[in-house]
């Protein structure tokens, strides 16, 4: 919980929100029972009985999160209301779904007719890069789901705040919707503090885009479902490779910069991995509880191994270099990929066996992705939940799901620290009991 506090959790807002919403309207007289969400609904984080009896007995509140929905009263005027929509960082799965969520939901829903799309990321803000807005209807996204990527392109790169938020009250936005990772939610954060400081009316609204479903207090990001499926397939292909020769060994390397989720939902997913490696869990690759002394009595008892790794997995093996780092200041891993590849197949040669190595990296291919149903679905949510909560006023919030509700969480919390694997947790333990790999491959006693 990294001591965060129930105070931390409240989200907060541009105003009163006093206006009937046009939804209340719509639907005032055919379901006048339809629910509208209140402040003071809540999502519990830990249901559990043990944590119930812990907060009766200490007399505490326990941790919450906000309900997400659709409010009975709201903050902005729609037929006042310009609304603004960015995308940044990498591609993921599932973006131009929840464009057209953000668009259809301000649209049909609330009847805001003017909304924007800026291009390339925090770029398109800085009227020197020449990225012109692209005005936004249901008309123009129609179709944009079939396809990956993002319709309004990204970018990574720090761009100036006060020239963002001089961009934001030249052209009278009053809501900014972020689609983008822990960074664009960073840069939502600190857009939003300097809106605070100039008393500006602009809410600001985050949709968590992130491949590696490590957002903490969120079971699932979007486009996760839709990377680790099509991973999946992948990692089948890989299979029939290692199969296909005599000790044949092949490695598919997934995204995966902190946490490896895709990695271990993908072979859970293909039960025929051998090995899976990710940033969560150390491994040496030499030595008699190494990984390459457990790969080679794989081969030897069964002439075939399949290895997913990510990406971030054994980086203490490469060589302390200079570290590099992308246009945002994130760290960009060494290919262990093709390190392992390399280091397979020299160990391999030095035990007189003769291996045939196959490696294949589907990353970009995985990422720009179209997303699959389940994902369509859960985008057109987000985004939907996200304009319920702008409209309402609500600002410097990110849109999340726990326990299959909606919630609404601020940014900070959200970006305080990255979700990763619980190498004791249930995840983690069902990847070990299907490849069959070893609990520790480090030659340290556990
Ligand atoms: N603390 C920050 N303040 C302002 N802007 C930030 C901050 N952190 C990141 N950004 C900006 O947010 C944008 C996206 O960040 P980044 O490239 O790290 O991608 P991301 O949103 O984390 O997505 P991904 O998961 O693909 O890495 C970049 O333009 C970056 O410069
Ligand atoms: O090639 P790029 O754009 O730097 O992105 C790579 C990174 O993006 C991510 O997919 C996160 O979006 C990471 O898994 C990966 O390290
Ligand atoms: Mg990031």
Redesign the pocket.
């Known amino acids: 919980m990294n001591d965060l506090k129930r105070s931390d959790f409240e989200v907060n807002r541009l105003g009163k929100a006093t206006l009937l919403s046009p939804i209340f309207k719509n639907y005032a007289e055919e379901a006048p029972d339809k629910e509208f969400i209140d402040d003071s609904r809540r999502i519990i984080y830990d249901p559990s009985i043990e944590a119930y009896k812990a907060n009766m007995e200490s007399g505490e509140e326990p941790i919450s999160f906000l309900k997400a929905g659709a409010r009975k009263e709201i903050y902005f005027d729609p037929s006042k209301t310009k609304a603004a929509i960015v995308t940044c960082?990498?591609?993921?799965p599932g973006i131009n779904n929840v464009i057209r969520g953000l668009v259809n939901g301000l649209y049909y829903r609330y009847k805001v007719r003017n909304i924007w799309g800026i291009q390339y990321g925090y770029q398109g803000f800085i009227p020197e890069y020449g990225h012109e807005m692209i005005k936004l209807t249901p008309e123009v996204v129609k179709d944009i789901h079939l396809f990956g990527g993002t319709i309004l392109g990204s970018s990574?790169g720090r761009q100036d705040i006060s020239a963002m938020v001089d961009a934001l009250e030249r052209e009278n936005i009053n809501i900014l919707f972020t689609i983008g990772?822990d960074g664009t939610l960073a840069g939502n954060h600190v857009i939003n503090e300097e809106i605070k400081r100039r008393g500006l009316k602009i809410v600001t609204a985050g949709i968590p885009?992130?491949?590696?479903n490590?957002v903490n207090y969120m079971t699932k990001t979007f486009g996760f479902d839709t990377a680790f499926t099509t991973a999946a397939a992948v990692v089948r292909d890989a299979h029939n490779e290692a199969t296909g020769a005599y000790n044949g060994v092949a490695i598919v390397k997934l995204?995966?910069?902190d946490s490896g989720f895709?990695a271990a939902n993908a072979a859970l997913a293909m039960p025929d991995v051998n090995f899976v490696l990710v940033p969560e869990s150390k491994f040496d690759l030499h030595g008699e509880k190494g990984f390459l002394a457990a790969l080679k009595s794989r081969v030897v008892d069964r002439h075939h191994a399949l290895v997913v790794v990510a990406?971030?997995a054994g980086q203490h093996l490469f060589d302390e270099g200079s570290e590099v780092k992308?246009k945002?200041g994130?760290v960009?891993?060494k290919d262990i990929g093709v390190f392992l590849k390399d280091e397979i197949g020299k160990f391999f040669t030095g035990e007189g066996i003769e291996a045939t190595v196959k490696y294949i990296d589907p990353?970009?291919i995985i990422?720009s992705e179209v997303a699959i149903p389940a994902d369509s679905v859960f985008c057109n949510d987000l985004a939907l939940n996200a304009v319920h909560g702008a409209m309402a006023g609500l600002t410097d919030f990110v849109v999340g799901r726990w326990h299959n509700q909606f919630t609404y969480l601020p940014i900070p919390v959200a970006t305080a620290s990255r979700k990763k694997i619980d190498v004791d947790g249930s995840l983690w333990w069902s990847v070990l009991e299907t490849t069959g790999q070893p609990i520790n491959m480090t030659n340290e006693d556990k």
């Open positions: 960082g990498g591609l993921c990574r990772g885009k992130t491949i590696d490590d995204m995966g910069r895709i990406e971030g992308d945002s994130n960009k891993h990353s970009y990422r």
